[in-house]
């Protein structure tokens, strides 16, 4: 299986500020890689796929790079609605893995 | 777009089977969309627990493929998961989701989710 490991598990900020999360693979999955949001009792939102491609009504302050293991996913200008977990996911292969997931808590 | 409903009993017995049920609307099961099942226990991330594709062919998570199936009905635009000897450590809720294999490849459609606890 193919580990997915996000850092940091969580992170504190502030409205207005700009944030990065890091997710790396224990191999090399391309571009495989897809990047949701969270909000306590929802479903996850689809954020990003292809490691940088917006999904489809996502706003442009979400910006996703990498490929083979080391991706990052960055929110510009943080708004109270943007406070929730982020997951990353790769889809290279079987099984599907996720991230453990990383906290982004209001500072 | 797609949408996707879960539905099935909020309980399972130990030792029984877990039983759910996505509905499909607003597209057809038959396309080349890959039809899957990820869980998230109470307070804990996502595990993704397997897939299946409009030839009926699946994929499973090799930590649950002994106790899980995956079907189709195509007739009912639906598809559903059963897994066996559930133990309190099942208690999730769970997902169906929906991707694109040849599109965005990633899963874009989600359904809102169901609570299973596993309890006597």
């Known amino acids: 299986d193919i580990q997915m490991t996000q850092s940091p598990s969580s992170l504190s900020a502030s409205v207005g500020d700009r944030v990065t999360i890091t997710c790396r693979a224990s191999q090399g999955i391309r571009s495989y890689l897809a990047w949701f949001q969270q909000k306590s009792g929802t479903a996850p939102k689809p954020l990003i796929y292809a490691a940088s491609s917006l999904q489809s009504g996502v706003p442009s302050k979400f910006s996703g790079s990498g490929s083979g293991t080391d991706f990052t996913l960055t929110i510009s200008s943080l708004q109270p609605e943007d406070f929730a977990t982020y997951y990353c996911?790769?889809?290279?292969?079987?099984?599907?893995?996720f991230g453990q997931g990383t906290r982004l808590e209001i500072k | 777009q797609v949408q996707l409903q879960e539905s099935g009993p909020g309980l399972a017995e130990p030792s029984g089977t877990l039983s759910l049920t996505c509905a499909v609307s607003d597209g057809s099961i038959s396309s080349n969309n890959r039809w899957g099942w990820v869980r998230q226990p109470p307070g804990k991330g996502l595990e993704w627990i397997g897939e299946?594709?409009?030839?009926?062919?699946?994929s499973y998570n090799p930590s649950l493929k002994s106790r899980v199936t995956i079907s189709m009905d195509k007739s009912n635009n639906q598809f559903s998961l059963k897994m066996s000897s559930v133990t309190a450590v099942d208690t999730a809720v769970y997902y169906c989701?929906?991707?694109?294999?040849?599109?965005?490849?990633?899963?874009?459609?989600w359904g809102q989710g169901t609570l299973v606890t596993v309890s006597s």
């Open positions: 299946i594709y409009d030839s009926g062919s699946t």
């Open positions: 996911q790769q889809y290279s292969s079987y099984p599907i893995t």
């Open positions: 989701a929906s991707r694109d294999y040849y599109g965005s490849g990633s899963y874009n459609y």
